[in-house]
């Protein structure tokens, strides 16, 4: 079963005198439970289809469908319903996930007290969390008090306490070091073995490979390429037939501006007008 679909996803931002198209038609699944890192260069849309997926933005064209909600539909107190329950967000600044003035078991009960949980469930959770987080002997302490690393190990917390069935995380190592990097990279993984969480991630950490499902590249708005450490690197073909040709090949082969596509048994051969 699948936690995320995207067909067609089209995004456009508009100024007084221009329309840029963030997302272009962008088709992608992502499987209950599964770990998936997005990757691409700065401007490719990686971080509209995160917007999208918060329910921060809605999308232009296209249907966006988490956890069987239709992001595009949402409006008023059901957006509100579908960010406090359906999604958790981790910034890459973890203090826009914390609040400076709490500790940290304050800070895990924030997002449980905003969804009107009891205190001894309250306290549970945060007690829980804490221990999965290995924040334990930093409980009281206050975020300036705790390491980057446990900052964002903390920020992760928050982001989980209401058990959300999707966790969206932008960039969650950018601003650590090697071992705190790896470290939350392990906790992500294991948090969704733990609770079942799907979790999309925006990241450039190289060693992402290790702990995520598969990788999707983001390229000019659409999925391009998937890689899996079964298969290697696919080049996805979308909803409506078209496919992006990965930028080694286009170095390596001359096609020019048009190619002729043919069938070839099970294969699809794609050449120039004039056969070579």
């Known amino acids: 079963m699948n936690a995320v679909e995207c067909s067609g996803l089209v995004h456009i931002y508009k100024t007084a005198d221009l329309e840029v198209f963030a997302l272009q038609g962008l088709d992608m699944t992502v499987k209950e439970g599964e770990v998936v890192a997005i990757v691409g260069a700065s401007g490719s849309g990686k971080t509209t289809l995160m917007n999208v997926l918060a329910g921060v933005q809605t999308p232009s064209a296209g249907q966006a469908r988490v956890a069987g909600w239709d992001v595009g539909a949402l409006t008023g107190a059901a957006r509100d319903r579908y960010r406090r329950d359906v999604i958790g967000y981790v910034w890459q600044n973890a203090a826009l996930n914390l609040t400076a003035e709490l500790s940290s078991n304050e800070n895990l009960q924030v997002p449980l007290l905003a969804a009107g949980k009891a205190a001894d469930a309250r306290e549970a959770r945060a007690n829980e969390l804490l221990e999965a987080f290995e924040l334990g002997d930093r409980a009281g302490h206050l975020p300036s008090q705790l390491s980057g690393g446990e900052q964002q190990r903390l920020a992760l917390g928050v982001a989980m ?11 969650p190592t950018a601003e650590l070091n090697r071992d705190a990097a790896r470290q939350v990279l ?12 799907t979790v999309i991630m925006v990241t450039h950490d190289h060693e992402v490979e290790q702990h995520v499902d598969r990788i999707l ?3 000019d708005g659409r999925t391009s390429t998937e890689t ?10 979308d909803s ?15 096609l020019g501006g048009r190619v002729r596509v043919r069938a070839d048994g099970d294969r699809v051969v794609i050449e120039r007008p004039d056969g070579r």
């Open 228 to 237: 899996t450490a079964d298969a290697g690197e696919l080049v996805i073909l």
């Open 240 to 254: 409506a037939g078209r496919l992006q040709l990965p930028k080694s090949v286009m170095h390596s082969v001359p």
């Open 217 to 219: 590249r983001i390229r």
């Open 186 to 197: 392990e906790d992500i993984r294991n948090l969704a073995r733990r609770e079942g969480t």
């Open 161 to 171: 306490a209401n058990h959300p069935h999707v966790l969206l995380a932008d960039e």
